[in-house]
């Protein structure tokens, strides 16, 4: 329990970071997540947008800035595509995800 307490903290104290330096670097708003795995704090990122090109941008303007890799091609499902890529801070020891979904019916 303690671990996870502190996985969550170094998490919280990462967004912090990223908080100012989409402040700075005026990237676009998206929702974030804090999780704890077993073994490692996760930060997720969401692109929520309603237009479905903005989301695609804004997941794409962070996934530069964090220089995260993305899944070739997203993740195809049923009702659409997940983007997806992750980076790993090892500054923090904090893995940070991005995520947007893309439904058929808007491509």
């Known amino acids: ?21 989409a402040a700075r670097e005026e990237l ?28 695609q941008d804004d997941f794409e303007a962070w996934r530069a800035a964090l220089g ?13 595509v997940r983007l997806h890529a992750s980076v790993a801070d090892q500054g923090a020891g904090v893995t940070v995800t991005l995520a947007a979904e893309i439904r058929n019916d808007e491509m």
């Open 1 to 21: 329990m303690v671990e996870q307490s502190e996985n969550q903290r170094r998490a919280y104290e990462l967004l912090g970071v990223l908080l100012e330096r």
């Open 28 to 55: 676009p708003v998206i929702a974030w997540t804090v999780a704890s795995a077993q073994s490692e704090p996760i930060l997720a990122g969401h692109c929520e947008a309603v237009d479905p090109i903005q989301r």
């Open 68 to 80: 995260a890799e993305a899944w070739p091609n997203g993740i195809k499902q049923d009702y659409g």
